[in-house]
């Protein structure tokens, strides 16, 4: 089992900067991919960052390209989503996932955090 807790959400204007952070407990972290995912109202899931358990390969979505950056510190079993360039379409509810493959589905991720909201007013 792992237990993901996400922070660092909150109110931001267009243009602003949140740093989000994700912290694991339970089973080793350093095994895991994990992944940021983002829920707005009335839409499905999406795939956001994803950062293999090295930390040496990365993915993003095109709509974050260049504005998100994903990292981690495995000595703190943390994940971080530094989100720069805010835009009101960022909204949402931000979740992070381990998956034990470096992968961007939503299925092959076995681990959830509760999320955390983020809202960017225009």
């Known amino acids: 089992q792992v237990q993901l807790v996400e922070s660092g959400g909150g109110l931001v204007q267009t243009g602003g900067s949140v740093r989000l952070s994700c912290a694991a407990s339970?089973?080793?972290?350093?095994?895991?991919?994990m992944g940021w995912f983002r829920q707005a109202p009335g839409k499905e899931r999406e795939f956001v960052a994803v950062?293999?358990?090295?930390?040496?390969?990365?993915s993003y979505v095109d709509s974050v390209k260049g504005r998100f950056t994903i990292s981690r510190n495995n000595a703190k079993n943390t994940v971080y989503l530094q989100m720069n360039s805010l835009k009101p379409e960022d909204t949402a509810v931000y979740y992070c996932a381990a998956s034990p493959l470096y992968v961007v589905t939503i299925n092959d991720y076995d681990y959830w955090g509760q999320g955390t909201q983020v809202t960017v007013s225009s």
């Open positions: 339970g089973r080793t972290f350093s095994e895991y991919a």
């Open positions: 950062i293999s358990w090295s930390g040496h390969m990365i």
